[in-house]
Structure formats: structure tokens, C-alpha cells
Nanobody, 123 residues
Framework: QVQLVESGGGSVQAGASLRLACAGS????????MAWFRQAPGKEREFVCR????????YCTDSVSGRFAISRDNTKSSVWLQMDRLKPEDTAIYYC????????????????WGQGAQVTVSS
């Protein structure tokens, strides 16, 4: 299994940028497809971006496409979420997730989760 720890959250004003990091430990990081999800207060956890095991292919949901980008470096057992032009509606706890066999956009597709990082965007 893999253990995941997020970092890089914070409070920023609208239009600013943040970069979240997720460090993995345990089983070989390259064996997992990775994703970022987020959960705002009172809302369900929602998919943000995903990336394949090799890092060659990634996908982000429409609401963040063009503003957010996911990347990974398997030699560093890390995945990042670069968030640009942040909006107040991006405020949420952001979770890093790893999947052993799937490459989906549902939370149930992922087997391991980090503890979350708070991102707050003020207008």
C-alpha cells in the first residue's frame, strides 16, 4: 500500500496561484494512477484532476480546465496540483488519492487517500 501526505494549502485572494504537493511512501509510487479531489463544506467530494501511472496523460474536470494542472515525478514519489487564477468557488479541502487498478473520476475508483489540505480563496 501507499501512504499519502498533502502539503501546500493556504489562504489566498482570488486570482492568485497555489501549488499543492502530495508525497507518497511505501509501495512503488509508479504503480498507482493518481488524482486530486476536493470537498467544499456541505458538499460531496468531487473529482478535480487525474494522471496516469507514467504521467503521460492527464485530465481535469471542466470547472478547472485551463486553470489547474496535475503533474507527477515518480522518481520523487510525488504528484502536484498547480492551481492558477483561483476563484472563491475553489475553496475546499483538497485530497490526493491513489488507485491500484483503475483510472477513473469517482472517489470509489481510488484506494488510498491523504489527509487533505485546506485551500481558501477570498474575493
Amino acid at each position: 500500500q501507499v501512504q499519502l501526505v498533502e502539503s501546500g494549502g493556504g489562504s489566498v485572494q482570488a486570482g492568485a496561484s497555489l501549488r499543492l504537493a502530495c508525497a507518497g511512501s511505501g509501495r512503488a509510487f509508479s504503480g498507482y494512477s493518481m488524482a486530486w479531489f476536493r470537498q467544499a463544506p456541505g458538499k460531496e467530494r468531487e473529482f478535480v484532476c487525474r494522471i496516469t501511472r507514467s504521467g503521460e496523460t492527464s485530465y481535469c474536470t471542466d470547472s478547472v480546465s485551463g486553470r489547474f494542472a496535475i503533474s507527477r515525478d515518480n522518481t520523487k514519489s510525488s504528484v502536484w496540483l498547480q492551481m492558477d487564477r483561483l476563484k472563491p468557488e475553489d475553496t475546499a479541502i483538497y485530497y490526493c488519492a491513489a488507485a491500484e487498478t483503475k483510472y477513473g473520476i469517482r472517489a470509489n475508483d481510488y484506494d488510498y487517500w491523504g489527509q487533505g489540505a485546506q485551500v481558501t480563496v477570498s474575493s
